[in-house]
């Protein structure tokens, strides 16, 4: 889904989480790099350089010793490219992806069990993974930017996770 702001997507996730009476939400920041990297810790799950045959961004720039590819100027399907070990498509690149995080311009002062910083610039919220205008630098998995929560665009998109309950 694209051309939805974060405040969209936190809607959705209500609506959802009331239609299926299962909890859903946006992925913390720390949870997001998380399933990006999928036991890695090179810039992509993949390794240290990129091409477009691996994700959506534009091919016109280059990161980490890889060659010029293609610009597609667009969105593409969700499984055009190879799932990560973790059976995720689409981290690297395709869309942003918001994130349940308020802006912070460091890791420093982090919460250390991987939920979200939910005080702070909060008019702001982060955005991860890249898109299909993005240059390869801003796809790698430590990437983080942020955007206005109420923008939209045809490069932002949400991943959700949902929360899981243990039977006792």
Request: glycine share 12%.
């Amino acid at each position: 889904m694209i051309n939805v702001s974060r405040n969209n997507a936190k809607e959705y996730v209500r609506w959802l989480s009331g239609e299926t009476g299962k909890t859903y939400r946006l992925l913390s920041e720390a949870e997001w790099e998380y399933a990006a990297r999928a036991g890695t810790t090179t810039p992509f799950w993949w390794g240290r350089s990129i091409s477009t045959e691996q994700a959506n961004y534009d091919g016109n720039d280059t990161y980490g010793g890889g060659s010029n590819g293609t610009y597609r100027k667009k969105t593409v399907a969700v499984d055009s490219f190879e799932a990560n070990p973790f059976g995720l498509y689409n981290v690297h690149g395709n869309v942003r992806e918001w994130v349940e995080d308020c802006h912070h311009s460091s890791y420093e002062g982090a919460p250390d069990d991987g939920t979200a910083r939910t005080a702070g610039d909060c008019s702001r919220r982060i955005v991860r993974g890249g898109s299909w205008l993005s240059d390869p630098r801003t796809v790698r998995s430590a990437y983080r930017g942020s955007r206005a929560a109420d923008i939209r665009g045809d490069n932002i998109g949400f991943r959700l996770a949902r929360t899981l309950t243990l039977a006792p």
